[in-house]
């Protein structure tokens, strides 16, 4: 599966976005998927995960409640609305598809990557 996020940018801290990770191919409802961001001069991290049916969603603790993420498979298309962003969540926001049987919380636990798409968060 090919993915490409989309819809990151420049935004002043309490401010909103919304992420779109679309997928290629005919096999998006059988991952579960997960968003990670890397800020520069740390490591990859996990943001937010969904399962494959939508029915079960998983966040950081640093984003819990202020990010959502949910999927459309008719669309293969993920999403994470950010709302009330801080400088801290400055980062460069990738989606992952996740191998089957492994962790949806380790980066070394997805299959395919999407290019990254960069937010950036002014104070």
């Known amino acids: 599966v090919q993915l490409q996020a989309s819809g990151g940018g420049l935004v002043q801290a309490g401010g909103s976005l919304r992420l779109s990770c679309a997928a290629s191919?005919?096999?998006?409802?059988?991952?579960?998927m997960g968003w990670f961001r890397q800020a520069p001069g740390k490591e990859r991290e996990f943001v937010a995960a969904i399962s494959r049916s939508g029915g079960s969603t998983y966040y950081a603790a640093s984003v819990k409640g202020r990010f959502t993420i949910s999927r459309d498979n008719a669309k293969n298309t993920v999403y994470l609305q950010m709302n009330s962003l801080k400088p801290e969540d400055t980062a460069v926001y990738y989606c992952?598809?996740?191998?089957?049987?492994?962790?949806?919380?380790?980066?070394?636990?997805?299959?395919?990557w999407g290019d990254g798409t960069q937010v950036t968060v002014s104070s």
């Open positions: 992952a598809a996740n191998a089957y049987g492994s962790s949806l919380f380790n980066p070394d636990g997805m299959a395919y």
């Open positions: 191919g005919r096999t998006f409802s059988s991952y579960a």
